[in-house]
Protein backbone atom coordinates (compact mmCIF):
# COMPACT_ATOMS: atom_id res chain seq x y z
CA UNK A 1 0.00 0.00 0.00
CA UNK A 2 1.61 3.71 -0.86
CA UNK A 3 1.93 6.41 1.32
CA UNK A 4 -0.76 8.43 -0.41
CA UNK A 5 -3.83 5.33 0.35
CA UNK A 6 -2.30 4.93 3.99
CA UNK A 7 -2.67 9.16 4.74
CA UNK A 8 -5.97 8.63 3.48
CA UNK A 9 -7.34 5.42 5.25
CA UNK A 10 -5.62 7.18 8.78
CA UNK A 11 -7.01 10.65 7.96
CA UNK A 12 -10.37 9.21 7.00
CA UNK A 13 -10.33 6.97 10.01
CA UNK A 14 -9.58 9.97 12.08
CA UNK A 15 -12.39 11.98 10.91
CA UNK A 16 -15.14 9.25 11.39
CA UNK A 17 -13.67 9.01 14.91
CA UNK A 18 -13.71 13.15 15.32
CA UNK A 19 -17.07 13.07 13.69
CA UNK A 20 -18.82 10.50 16.05
CA UNK A 21 -17.15 12.10 19.06
CA UNK A 22 -19.03 15.07 18.24
CA UNK A 23 -22.23 13.86 17.57
CA UNK A 24 -22.15 11.68 20.82
CA UNK A 25 -21.23 15.13 22.58
CA UNK A 26 -24.41 17.06 20.96
CA UNK A 27 -26.53 14.37 21.22
CA UNK A 28 -25.29 14.03 25.07
CA UNK A 29 -25.94 17.30 25.75
CA UNK A 30 -29.08 17.92 23.65
CA UNK A 31 -30.69 14.99 25.24
CA UNK A 32 -29.79 16.68 29.04
CA UNK A 33 -31.04 20.20 27.94
CA UNK A 34 -34.13 18.72 26.37
CA UNK A 35 -35.26 16.24 29.73
CA UNK A 36 -34.31 19.05 32.24
CA UNK A 37 -36.55 20.77 29.69
CA UNK A 38 -39.20 18.31 30.54
CA UNK A 39 -38.35 18.28 34.15
CA UNK A 40 -38.98 22.12 34.59
CA UNK A 41 -42.73 21.75 32.87
CA UNK A 42 -43.45 19.00 35.13
CA UNK A 43 -42.62 20.84 38.10
CA UNK A 44 -45.15 23.89 36.27
CA UNK A 45 -47.82 20.58 36.21
CA UNK A 46 -47.01 19.86 40.23
CA UNK A 47 -47.66 23.50 40.93
CA UNK A 48 -50.81 23.78 38.61
CA UNK A 49 -52.15 20.42 40.59
CA UNK A 50 -51.66 21.40 44.14
CA UNK A 51 -53.50 24.84 43.49
CA UNK A 52 -56.50 23.04 41.43
CA UNK A 53 -56.87 20.12 43.20
CA UNK A 54 -55.51 20.44 46.83
CA UNK A 55 -56.15 24.14 47.40
CA UNK A 56 -58.91 24.98 45.72
CA UNK A 57 -57.95 28.20 44.39
CA UNK A 58 -60.77 30.33 42.99
CA UNK A 59 -58.36 32.80 42.48
CA UNK A 60 -56.76 30.35 39.36
CA UNK A 61 -57.41 32.34 36.42
CA UNK A 62 -59.02 30.50 33.81
CA UNK A 63 -55.97 30.75 31.43
CA UNK A 64 -54.29 28.62 34.20
CA UNK A 65 -57.20 26.35 34.18
CA UNK A 66 -56.86 26.01 30.41
CA UNK A 67 -53.32 25.83 30.21
CA UNK A 68 -53.97 22.57 33.05
CA UNK A 69 -56.13 21.11 30.40
CA UNK A 70 -53.22 20.96 27.41
CA UNK A 71 -51.69 17.65 28.86
CA UNK A 72 -49.11 16.24 28.61
CA UNK A 73 -48.38 13.05 26.96
CA UNK A 74 -49.42 9.80 28.96
CA UNK A 75 -49.03 12.48 32.19
CA UNK A 76 -50.51 11.06 35.44
CA UNK A 77 -51.27 13.29 38.76
CA UNK A 78 -51.13 12.18 42.09
CA UNK A 79 -51.99 14.01 45.16
CA UNK A 80 -50.71 11.68 48.53
CA UNK A 81 -51.01 12.72 52.01
CA UNK A 82 -47.64 12.32 54.15
CA UNK A 83 -49.46 9.78 56.48
CA UNK A 84 -47.36 6.09 56.42
CA UNK A 85 -50.13 4.98 54.41
CA UNK A 86 -49.43 7.22 51.93
CA UNK A 87 -45.81 6.71 52.11
CA UNK A 88 -46.63 3.38 51.28
CA UNK A 89 -48.13 4.10 48.27
CA UNK A 90 -45.35 6.73 47.40
CA UNK A 91 -43.08 3.55 47.58
CA UNK A 92 -45.44 1.07 46.07
CA UNK A 93 -46.15 3.37 42.92
CA UNK A 94 -42.78 4.61 42.12
CA UNK A 95 -39.32 3.37 43.09
CA UNK A 96 -38.45 2.05 46.43
CA UNK A 97 -37.42 4.82 49.07
CA UNK A 98 -39.16 7.64 47.32
CA UNK A 99 -40.90 8.70 50.63
CA UNK A 100 -37.69 8.84 52.11
CA UNK A 101 -36.39 11.04 49.50
CA UNK A 102 -39.06 13.28 49.63
CA UNK A 103 -38.92 13.62 53.72
CA UNK A 104 -35.44 14.52 53.11
CA UNK A 105 -35.44 17.25 50.06
CA UNK A 106 -39.17 19.36 49.16
CA UNK A 107 -38.46 18.46 45.31
CA UNK A 108 -37.40 14.81 43.62
CA UNK A 109 -36.80 14.62 40.17
CA UNK A 110 -36.85 10.89 39.13
CA UNK A 111 -37.43 8.51 36.25
CA UNK A 112 -39.67 5.52 36.05
CA UNK A 113 -38.64 3.35 33.04
CA UNK A 114 -38.75 5.91 29.77
CA UNK A 115 -41.54 8.34 32.23
CA UNK A 116 -40.09 11.31 34.23
CA UNK A 117 -41.51 12.27 37.21
CA UNK A 118 -41.45 15.47 40.11
CA UNK A 119 -42.58 14.84 43.51
CA UNK A 120 -43.01 17.82 45.36
CA UNK A 121 -44.20 18.39 49.17
CA UNK A 122 -46.38 21.03 50.14
CA UNK A 123 -47.83 22.20 54.01
CA UNK A 124 -51.30 22.75 53.90
CA UNK A 125 -54.06 23.71 57.04
CA UNK A 126 -55.11 20.22 56.46
CA UNK A 127 -51.88 18.68 56.59
CA UNK A 128 -48.43 17.58 54.60
CA UNK A 129 -49.27 16.39 51.37
CA UNK A 130 -47.28 15.53 48.39
CA UNK A 131 -48.04 16.32 44.56
CA UNK A 132 -46.21 13.00 41.57
CA UNK A 133 -46.84 14.56 38.36
CA UNK A 134 -45.04 11.71 35.82
CA UNK A 135 -45.68 12.23 31.81
CA UNK A 136 -43.67 11.28 28.64
CA UNK A 137 -41.48 13.26 26.65
CA UNK A 138 -42.77 12.24 23.13
CA UNK A 139 -41.88 15.24 21.36
CA UNK A 140 -38.51 15.39 22.56
CA UNK A 141 -37.73 11.89 22.53
CA UNK A 142 -38.45 12.49 18.87
CA UNK A 143 -36.51 15.63 18.26
CA UNK A 144 -33.84 13.39 19.99
CA UNK A 145 -34.22 10.34 17.47
CA UNK A 146 -34.58 12.84 14.57
CA UNK A 147 -30.81 14.48 15.71
CA UNK A 148 -29.30 10.69 15.84
CA UNK A 149 -30.16 10.58 12.58
CA UNK A 150 -29.09 13.61 11.42
CA UNK A 151 -25.71 13.09 13.41
CA UNK A 152 -25.00 9.55 11.90
CA UNK A 153 -25.46 11.10 8.12
CA UNK A 154 -23.44 13.92 8.91
CA UNK A 155 -20.92 11.75 9.98
CA UNK A 156 -21.37 9.56 7.16
CA UNK A 157 -20.98 12.12 4.16
CA UNK A 158 -18.82 14.26 6.52
CA UNK A 159 -16.61 11.46 6.65
CA UNK A 160 -16.96 10.55 3.13
CA UNK A 161 -16.19 14.44 1.65
CA UNK A 162 -13.08 14.70 4.10
CA UNK A 163 -11.84 11.22 2.48
CA UNK A 164 -12.16 12.28 -0.59
CA UNK A 165 -10.85 15.89 0.04
CA UNK A 166 -7.71 13.81 1.80
CA UNK A 167 -7.40 12.09 -1.04
CA UNK A 168 -6.53 14.57 -2.69
CA UNK A 169 -4.68 16.73 0.07
CA UNK A 170 -2.24 13.77 0.14
CA UNK A 171 -1.76 13.53 -3.60
CA UNK A 172 -1.23 16.95 -3.79
CA UNK A 173 1.25 16.91 -1.09
CA UNK A 174 3.12 13.95 -1.73
CA UNK A 175 3.55 15.60 -5.79
CA UNK A 176 7.09 16.58 -5.11
CA UNK A 177 7.98 13.56 -3.65
CA UNK A 178 7.22 11.61 -6.80
CA UNK A 179 8.79 13.82 -8.36
CA UNK A 180 12.01 13.35 -7.03
CA UNK A 181 11.53 9.55 -6.91
CA UNK A 182 11.05 9.69 -10.58
CA UNK A 183 14.55 12.06 -10.60
CA UNK A 184 16.09 9.56 -8.78
CA UNK A 185 15.17 6.46 -10.38
CA UNK A 186 17.04 8.38 -13.19
CA UNK A 187 20.31 8.47 -11.13
CA UNK A 188 22.95 5.66 -12.19
CA UNK A 189 26.37 4.84 -11.72
CA UNK A 190 27.01 6.77 -14.60
CA UNK A 191 24.86 9.98 -14.35
CA UNK A 192 26.17 11.00 -10.75
CA UNK A 193 26.28 13.99 -10.88
CA UNK A 194 22.55 14.50 -10.95
CA UNK A 195 20.48 15.87 -7.96
CA UNK A 196 17.26 16.37 -6.55
CA UNK A 197 15.95 19.75 -6.29
CA UNK A 198 15.68 21.10 -2.92
CA UNK A 199 12.64 23.73 -3.11
CA UNK A 200 12.40 24.32 0.77
CA UNK A 201 15.30 23.22 2.68
CA UNK A 202 13.40 23.84 5.83
CA UNK A 203 10.54 21.20 5.23
CA UNK A 204 10.84 17.24 5.48
CA UNK A 205 11.16 16.80 2.13
CA UNK A 206 13.77 19.41 1.56
CA UNK A 207 15.98 17.77 4.19
CA UNK A 208 15.29 14.47 2.42
CA UNK A 209 16.58 15.64 -0.91
CA UNK A 210 19.59 17.70 0.87
CA UNK A 211 20.37 14.19 2.42
CA UNK A 212 20.01 11.95 -0.72
CA UNK A 213 22.32 14.67 -2.23
CA UNK A 214 24.92 14.59 0.54
CA UNK A 215 24.99 10.41 0.04
CA UNK A 216 25.15 10.95 -3.82
CA UNK A 217 28.16 13.17 -2.90
CA UNK A 218 29.60 10.48 -1.04
CA UNK A 219 28.87 7.52 -3.76
CA UNK A 220 30.50 9.71 -6.17
CA UNK A 221 33.82 10.81 -4.40
CA UNK A 222 34.01 6.78 -3.64
CA UNK A 223 33.11 5.93 -7.15
CA UNK A 224 36.00 8.74 -8.51
CA UNK A 225 38.22 7.37 -5.67
CA UNK A 226 38.28 3.58 -7.03
CA UNK A 227 38.04 4.53 -11.00
CA UNK A 228 41.43 6.51 -9.85
CA UNK A 229 42.54 3.27 -7.58
CA UNK A 230 42.11 0.87 -10.33
CA UNK A 231 43.88 3.39 -13.25
CA UNK A 232 46.82 3.79 -10.71
CA UNK A 233 47.00 -0.03 -9.75
CA UNK A 234 46.79 -0.74 -13.46
CA UNK A 235 49.70 1.55 -14.05
CA UNK A 236 51.75 0.50 -11.46
CA UNK A 237 51.35 -3.08 -12.29
CA UNK A 238 52.38 -3.03 -16.02
CA UNK A 239 55.07 -1.21 -15.23
CA UNK A 240 57.19 -4.09 -13.63
CA UNK A 241 55.28 -6.65 -15.84
CA UNK A 242 56.41 -4.61 -19.08
CA UNK A 243 59.59 -4.44 -18.18
CA UNK A 244 60.22 -8.34 -17.49
CA UNK A 245 58.40 -9.14 -21.02
CA UNK A 246 60.42 -6.75 -22.77
CA UNK A 247 63.95 -8.14 -20.81
CA UNK A 248 62.76 -11.64 -21.33
CA UNK A 249 61.90 -11.34 -25.08
CA UNK A 250 65.51 -9.27 -25.61
CA UNK A 251 67.02 -12.40 -23.95
CA UNK A 252 65.55 -14.63 -26.01
CA UNK A 253 66.03 -12.83 -29.44
CA UNK A 254 69.60 -14.03 -29.88
CA UNK A 255 72.54 -15.44 -27.49
CA UNK A 256 74.05 -12.83 -25.08
CA UNK A 257 76.58 -12.65 -22.99
CA UNK A 258 77.18 -14.06 -19.55
CA UNK A 259 77.20 -10.14 -18.53
CA UNK A 260 74.05 -9.14 -21.14
CA UNK A 261 72.57 -12.13 -19.32
CA UNK A 262 73.11 -11.13 -15.65
CA UNK A 263 72.25 -7.71 -16.18
CA UNK A 264 68.71 -8.59 -18.05
CA UNK A 265 68.23 -10.97 -14.88
CA UNK A 266 68.97 -7.94 -12.44
CA UNK A 267 66.36 -6.23 -13.68
CA UNK A 268 64.13 -9.12 -14.18
CA UNK A 269 64.30 -9.62 -10.17
CA UNK A 270 64.13 -5.81 -9.40
CA UNK A 271 60.80 -5.75 -11.61
CA UNK A 272 59.81 -8.71 -9.89
CA UNK A 273 60.96 -7.56 -6.40
CA UNK A 274 58.63 -4.16 -7.03
CA UNK A 275 55.87 -6.35 -8.07
CA UNK A 276 55.93 -8.84 -5.39
CA UNK A 277 55.24 -5.44 -3.08
CA UNK A 278 52.84 -4.06 -4.70
CA UNK A 279 50.86 -7.51 -4.33
CA UNK A 280 52.02 -7.81 -0.75
CA UNK A 281 50.31 -4.17 -0.22
CA UNK A 282 47.47 -4.29 -1.70
CA UNK A 283 46.75 -7.94 -0.29
CA UNK A 284 47.36 -6.11 3.11
CA UNK A 285 44.87 -3.04 2.30
CA UNK A 286 42.49 -5.49 1.72
CA UNK A 287 43.14 -7.53 4.47
CA UNK A 288 42.44 -4.27 6.74
CA UNK A 289 39.47 -3.18 4.73
CA UNK A 290 37.71 -6.34 5.71
CA UNK A 291 38.72 -6.54 9.64
CA UNK A 292 36.34 -5.26 12.01
CA UNK A 293 38.00 -6.39 14.92
CA UNK A 294 41.87 -6.38 15.94
CA UNK A 295 43.46 -9.87 15.80
CA UNK A 296 44.84 -10.86 18.62
CA UNK A 297 44.92 -7.96 20.79
CA UNK A 298 46.96 -7.71 23.61
CA UNK A 299 48.64 -5.29 25.82
CA UNK A 300 51.87 -3.63 24.10
CA UNK A 301 54.62 -1.42 26.29
CA UNK A 302 54.76 1.82 23.45
CA UNK A 303 58.18 2.96 24.34
CA UNK A 304 59.52 -0.51 24.05
CA UNK A 305 58.11 -0.93 20.60
CA UNK A 306 58.72 2.29 19.24
CA UNK A 307 62.77 1.49 20.50
CA UNK A 308 62.65 -1.86 19.09
CA UNK A 309 61.20 -0.73 15.75
CA UNK A 310 63.91 2.05 15.56
CA UNK A 311 67.01 -0.14 15.65
CA UNK A 312 66.59 -1.03 11.91
CA UNK A 313 66.98 3.10 10.99
CA UNK A 314 70.02 4.79 10.97
CA UNK A 315 70.94 6.40 14.45
CA UNK A 316 72.71 9.24 13.24
CA UNK A 317 69.78 10.78 11.14
CA UNK A 318 67.52 10.34 14.20
CA UNK A 319 66.18 12.07 17.00
CA UNK A 320 64.36 10.91 19.78
CA UNK A 321 62.17 12.48 22.46
CA UNK A 322 60.41 10.28 25.15
CA UNK A 323 59.33 11.85 28.02
CA UNK A 324 59.67 10.21 31.35
CA UNK A 325 56.85 8.45 33.08
CA UNK A 326 55.96 6.56 36.24
CA UNK A 327 54.67 3.57 34.24
CA UNK A 328 55.66 2.64 31.04
CA UNK A 329 52.56 3.35 28.47
CA UNK A 330 50.96 0.84 27.89
CA UNK A 331 48.04 0.23 24.40
CA UNK A 332 46.12 -2.69 23.61
CA UNK A 333 46.82 -3.34 19.88
CA UNK A 334 47.54 -6.36 17.65
CA UNK A 335 51.43 -6.49 17.92
CA UNK A 336 52.11 -7.17 13.83
CA UNK A 337 49.68 -4.58 12.73
CA UNK A 338 50.98 -1.47 15.03
CA UNK A 339 54.73 -2.39 14.10
CA UNK A 340 53.81 -2.83 10.17
CA UNK A 341 51.32 0.64 10.94
CA UNK A 342 54.64 2.21 12.58
CA UNK A 343 57.32 1.21 10.05
CA UNK A 344 54.92 2.49 7.02
CA UNK A 345 55.26 5.60 8.14
CA UNK A 346 59.18 6.20 9.57
CA UNK A 347 59.88 4.49 5.71
CA UNK A 348 57.74 7.95 4.48
CA UNK A 349 59.70 10.19 6.95
CA UNK A 350 63.35 8.62 6.17
CA UNK A 351 62.88 8.19 2.47
CA UNK A 352 61.10 11.87 1.91
CA UNK A 353 63.71 13.30 4.35
CA UNK A 354 66.31 14.11 1.72
CA UNK A 355 68.94 13.21 4.05
CA UNK A 356 67.62 15.45 7.32
CA UNK A 357 66.96 14.16 10.83
CA UNK A 358 64.19 12.78 11.50
CA UNK A 359 62.64 13.45 14.92
CA UNK A 360 60.27 11.02 16.55
CA UNK A 361 58.11 11.59 19.91
CA UNK A 362 56.43 10.08 22.86
CA UNK A 363 54.00 11.58 24.64
CA UNK A 364 51.44 10.79 27.64
CA UNK A 365 48.36 12.34 28.77
CA UNK A 366 45.67 11.23 30.77
CA UNK A 367 43.47 9.43 27.86
CA UNK A 368 46.25 8.51 25.70
CA UNK A 369 49.74 8.25 24.20
CA UNK A 370 50.55 10.47 21.41
CA UNK A 371 53.02 9.51 18.86
CA UNK A 372 54.73 12.34 16.26
CA UNK A 373 57.27 11.45 13.60
CA UNK A 374 58.41 14.72 11.77
CA UNK A 375 60.75 15.18 9.16
CA UNK A 376 62.42 18.05 7.31
CA UNK A 377 61.86 16.94 3.88
CA UNK A 378 60.25 17.81 0.41
CA UNK A 379 56.44 17.87 2.07
CA UNK A 380 53.61 17.75 0.30
CA UNK A 381 51.91 20.16 -1.85
CA UNK A 382 48.64 21.63 -0.44
CA UNK A 383 46.59 20.96 -3.33
CA UNK A 384 47.10 17.18 -3.06
CA UNK A 385 46.86 17.10 0.61
CA UNK A 386 43.57 15.87 -0.07
CA UNK A 387 44.67 12.67 -1.80
CA UNK A 388 46.69 11.14 0.60
CA UNK A 389 44.63 8.74 1.96
CA UNK A 390 43.99 7.16 -1.62
CA UNK A 391 46.03 4.00 -2.35
CA UNK A 392 48.65 3.96 -4.74
CA UNK A 393 48.40 8.08 -4.82
CA UNK A 394 51.94 9.64 -5.11
CA UNK A 395 52.19 13.11 -4.54
CA UNK A 396 53.82 14.97 -7.69
CA UNK A 397 56.66 15.76 -6.14
CA UNK A 398 57.62 12.09 -5.08
CA UNK A 399 57.88 10.71 -7.73
CA UNK A 400 61.28 10.37 -8.49
CA UNK A 401 61.51 8.32 -5.17
CA UNK A 402 60.89 4.63 -5.08
CA UNK A 403 57.78 3.71 -3.53
CA UNK A 404 54.09 2.24 -4.27
CA UNK A 405 51.77 4.65 -2.26
CA UNK A 406 50.07 2.03 -0.31
CA UNK A 407 51.70 3.00 3.23
CA UNK A 408 49.99 5.80 4.75
CA UNK A 409 46.83 4.30 3.70
CA UNK A 410 47.49 1.71 5.11
CA UNK A 411 49.23 3.07 8.46
CA UNK A 412 45.70 5.09 8.83
CA UNK A 413 43.37 2.10 8.34
CA UNK A 414 45.64 0.07 11.25
CA UNK A 415 45.29 3.10 13.58
CA UNK A 416 41.62 3.62 13.08
CA UNK A 417 41.09 0.10 13.53
CA UNK A 418 43.25 0.38 17.05
CA UNK A 419 40.51 3.08 17.77
CA UNK A 420 43.28 5.73 17.08
CA UNK A 421 43.36 8.46 14.87
CA UNK A 422 46.29 9.22 12.25
CA UNK A 423 46.96 13.25 10.98
CA UNK A 424 49.55 14.78 8.58
CA UNK A 425 50.09 18.34 8.95
CA UNK A 426 52.66 18.95 5.60
CA UNK A 427 53.99 22.09 4.17
CA UNK A 428 55.68 21.67 0.51
CA UNK A 429 59.59 21.80 0.87
CA UNK A 430 59.42 22.59 5.17
CA UNK A 431 58.73 18.79 5.82
CA UNK A 432 56.00 16.78 7.09
CA UNK A 433 54.67 15.66 10.54
CA UNK A 434 52.57 12.49 11.06
CA UNK A 435 50.69 12.43 14.91
CA UNK A 436 49.44 8.89 15.54
CA UNK A 437 47.10 9.32 18.56
CA UNK A 438 46.44 5.56 20.66
CA UNK A 439 43.70 4.99 23.52
CA UNK A 440 45.71 4.04 26.75
CA UNK A 441 44.96 0.36 28.27
CA UNK A 442 42.50 0.35 30.89
CA UNK A 443 43.85 -0.61 34.22
CA UNK A 444 43.72 -3.53 35.92
Not at 4 to 16: G, K, N, P, S
Request: hydrophobic letters at 45%.
Amino acid sequence: MKIRERLTIIYALTAFATMVAGGIFIYWFSARFHHQEFFRRLEERVDLTEKIFLEKNETVTQAVREKFLHTLDEEQEFAITLKPSGLDSLNRLFDEGLGTKILRSGTVFFWQNKRQGVCKRYSLPTGEYVVVVTALDVFGQTKLDYLIKILIAGAILGSLLLTIIGYWAAGKALLPLEHKIHKASSISANRLDLRLEVKNPNDELGELARAFNSMLDRLQAAFESQRRFISNASHELRNPMTAIIGEAEVLLARDRTPAEYRAAVQIIQTQAERLERLTNDLLSLATSDSMIQLPVPAPVALDSLLLEILEKYPADRLMLDMAAADAPPMVVASLTLLTSAINNVLDNAFKFSDDKPVTVSLQMSQNGCLIKISDLGIGIPADEMAHIYQPLFRATNARRFRGTGFGLPLAKKIIELHGGQLEVHSEEGKGTTVSIFLQKAPSE
